[in-house]
């Protein structure tokens, strides 16, 4: 992509040089009353469009002098040639105007881009490197680079009860979703140090996203409800907890291997204020044992529903490149996010958020 940058640049160059060649080979060529006049002054509206003002003035310059010495060729008469210039010249000074604009858009476009992403770290910052008896790496990937915010979020924290985390998708993107995401992850960080258990956890943020939707705000009313995956690690790393509310479910990787931890049912997703319907009793805490080694790989839909060119989604049990051992969990998250890359070959459709944990062999020294 590097190497393609130099010549896309030249582009606009090039078309601005070649509207005013044919132009200035059409007048000297055709017969009257045919001219060149229109790819003439065609050159400074893609010089406006597409250079900068410096640039584009110049070929204004360049395109009135042209059009003077061709008329001077043709032997024109003076109105011809006076009203030939007014044309180029009225039509650079709106080339300019434009593109004045457009740079004036560009700012303000990238200002907005820059404020949402502040706001998204703010919302989303980036995990410890460790927590409790774990390693943490994280990765975020948009799915295309000028929409560089969207609704997938992930948070961990060492709690009384242990170590929890969430990852969690949004409906919607852009700061809409942005705002739905805030209400996640506070309600997250509030309830996960009182919660007494992660299904807990999830019913009190469930009804902290329902009461953020029934204030009738537009924003969250109508981006509110989240699929997400609550995970906990007991203190001594021995044991892990997971309660999956309608989302992708979670890999276990170790000693090269990896495991799809599909959970006992299905929660609804947070967020819908549809408890009436839920399923009696409480929910199903699904228990696994956690090694030192052992990885935990959490994923948004972005990884599961990546396409490839045939349309087959993409498959982490079926990766070759993921069934090895890694050395810390940043490791993991590079390869799967290379993993990806490859398997739809850079063209994804949505936003791809990853969370990987990893048990140390041995403990911090305290």
Not at 97 to 122: C, P, S, T
């Amino acid at each position: 992509m590097k190497v393609l940058q130099p010549t896309l640049a030249k582009v606009p160059w090039i078309l601005a040089a070649l509207a005013l060649v044919v132009g200035v080979l059409l007048d000297l060529v055709a017969p009257e009353p045919y001219t060149g006049l229109p790819l003439l002054a065609a050159a400074p509206l893609v010089a406006g469009a597409t250079l900068s003002f410096r640039a584009a003035l110049a070929v204004v310059c360049v395109t009135c002098v042209v059009s003077v010495a061709v008329d001077i060729e043709r032997q024109r008469p003076a109105t011809p040639l006076l009203v030939d210039l007014a044309v180029v010249g009225l039509i650079g000074v709106l080339a300019l105007a434009v593109n004045r604009l457009i740079v004036r858009q560009g700012r303000d476009l990238a200002l907005a881009r820059d404020v949402a992403e502040a706001v998204q770290r703010a919302v989303l910052p980036t995990p410890p490197r460790e927590v409790g008896p774990l390693d943490v790496a994280a990765g975020y990937t948009a799915a295309h680079a000028e929409a560089r915010i969207g609704g997938d979020f992930y948070a961990v924290q060492e709690t009384p009860f242990g170590v929890r985390m969430i990852i969690g998708d949004v409906r919607g993107k852009g700061i809409a979703a942005v705002a739905a995401v805030s209400v996640a992850i506070g309600a997250f960080r509030q309830e996960a140090e009182y919660a007494p258990t992660l299904v807990a956890l999830g019913e009190r943020m469930d009804e902290a996203m329902a009461r953020a939707a029934a204030r009738g705000d537009p924003v969250i009313s109508t981006e509110g409800f989240a699929t997400a995956v609550l995970a906990e690690v007991s203190g001594d790393g021995e044991v892990l907890s997971l309660v999956n509310h309608g989302h992708p479910p979670p890999y276990l990787i170790h000693d090269g291997q990896l495991v799809r931890l599909d959970p006992t049912t299905h929660q609804l997703p947070l967020g819908v204020g549809l408890g009436d319907i839920a399923p009696p009793g409480p929910a199903p805490v699904d228990m696994v044992r956690l090694p030192p080694g052992a990885s935990l790989l959490l994923v948004t839909d972005g990884v599961t529903e990546a396409r490839d060119n045939q349309g087959a989604f993409y498959d982490p049990v079926r990766s070759e490149r993921l069934h090895r051992s890694f050395k810390d969990p940043e490791a993991l998250v590079d390869a799967l996010t290379r993993d990806v890359g490859r398997w739809t070959e850079g063209d994804r459709e949505d936003d791809m958020a990853i969370l990987a944990v990893t048990r140390r062999r041995r403990p911090r020294p305290t």
